[in-house]
């Protein structure tokens, strides 16, 4: 998967998991870990933003084992959106499993029933597993040890952090993935590009944009009064 963080659907795998379901989740690196990631709820733990909680978050009780991101080249995105049900049944396409993807984005969603095609999409799950860190990296574990330092009471956060609104700008240096994709004419790839874009230096003016490969003058102008920086 490369971005999980619908939570409804977090907390129905999490029913079938306690009802004797393996779960097993592979996400791409670059979101496996962000506070938003339904990774870590499968993984019993929460990162803070701002010392708030994302509202409805629900991590895990008993958590799964099995959430890692696979070792690939350099500069690869896990950008697979599959699910692997039984030896018969495959959900695939190009849905994130995310709230933009369910709301906002035009995608697609297959449902295939059919043996020979679950079992050469559980050859690629194998591949994957062969080359899989499971468990939170040393470097999240320190920012939620250091959150229950900083964050004595988090709180939750009072609107969902991920949906842009008329009254509500979105900043182009901090804002999630699913935020940057709500606003009109950013996909999930733009949405990226503007991550690595901004990792590298901060935006300072609407025009930094131009920056972005992809981002042309109009669309700028289309995000006029939309974000901040």
Request: glycine fraction near 8%.
């Amino acid at each position: 998967m490369f971005v999980f963080s619908e939570q409804a659907l977090s907390n129905v795998i999490n029913q079938r998991f306690q009802a004797g379901t393996e779960v097993k989740a592979l996400i791409d690196r670059g979101f496996a870990f962000r506070y938003y990631s339904e990774g870590l709820d499968l993984l019993g733990v929460t990162l803070l933003e701002d010392c708030l909680e994302q509202p409805g978050n629900s991590p895990w009780a008993l958590p799964t084992e099995f959430v890692g991101t696979p070792a690939l080249p350099r500069g690869d995105k896990l950008h697979h959106k599959f699910a692997l049900v039984d030896d018969d049944t495959v959900i695939t396409g190009s849905h994130n499993w995310s709230p933009a993807a369910n709301h906002n984005n035009d995608e697609t969603v297959l449902v295939l029933q059919n043996a020979q095609i679950a079992a050469h999409y559980q050859r690629e799950l194998d591949r994957l597993y062969a080359v899989t860190e499971y468990g939170l990296p040393p470097t999240v574990q320190a920012r939620i040890d250091r959150q229950e330092q900083e964050c004595a009471n988090p709180r939750p956060s009072p609107k969902p952090l991920a949906k842009a609104t008329p009254n509500r700008l979105v900043n182009l240096n901090r804002g999630s993935q699913e935020e940057l994709e709500s606003l009109p004419g950013i996909g999930p790839s733009t949405a990226e590009k503007i991550i690595s874009t901004r990792e590298q230096k901060a935006f300072t003016s609407l025009e930094d944009l131009g920056r972005v490969k992809g981002i042309g003058p109009s669309k700028i102008e289309g995000l006029r009064g939309k974000v901040t920086w």
